[in-house]
């Protein structure tokens, strides 16, 4: 058994979609990033490659690379889980959390489970999927981004 741990955190700006655990999320915001910059996505693929100690997701995506630009991160994680696979590991569970102080996301947290459940070939009882808010404090605080932080735990095949 392995143990990950992730974190993404990504600036929000106008003239972008609001994609967070590969769901289309309704605000007027999106967050900027050189894929769909899904933060809760990214960090749930860190944490997934720490584990597996394959690197980040920055060494397997760079942000320089055209070939990742727009891209859709359920694609990246996708491949995450190939590149596990290939290890010789598959996860077992999943605990993530995304911190932001607008919108709502407790409406989009069951949509969001199935969605990565789906993606991890694990069964959504699986997958915990959480929202806070920081009370005001820092960059989230005060509506500049969003984060999030994961955890994971692997198995050997």
């Known amino acids: ?14 003239g ?13 915001l999106g967050l900027q990033g050189h894929s769909d ?3 809760l996505l990214h960090a749930i693929a860190d944490a997934l490659l720490g ?3 394959l690197g980040d997701i920055g060494t397997h995506f760079p942000d ?4 990742w630009r727009d891209a859709d ?5 996708r491949s995450v889980v190939n590149r596990l696979t290939e290890a010789g590991f ?3 569970n999943v605990d993530a959390t995304v911190i932001a102080e607008e919108p709502r996301l407790k409406p989009y947290v069951p949509r969001m489970r199935s ?6 070939g694990l069964d959504v009882s699986q997958v915990s999927v959480k929202a806070t808010t920081s009370e005001g404090l820092g960059f989230v605080g005060t509506g500049a981004g969003m984060a999030a932080h994961a955890v994971c735990l692997l198995e050997e095949r």
């Open 51 to 53: 584990a597996a100690a």
């Open 115 to 120: 969605a990565v459940a789906e993606i991890l």
């Open 1 to 14: 058994m392995r143990v990950g741990y992730g974190y993404d955190v990504h600036r929000l700006v106008e």
């Open 73 to 77: 991160s359920r694609s990246l994680l």
């Open 64 to 67: 320089d690379s055209e070939e």
């Open 16 to 28: 972008r979609r609001l994609i967070l655990g590969g769901v289309e999320i309704d605000h007027p």
């Open 37 to 39: 910059a899904d933060v």
């Open 90 to 92: 598959r996860p077992v």
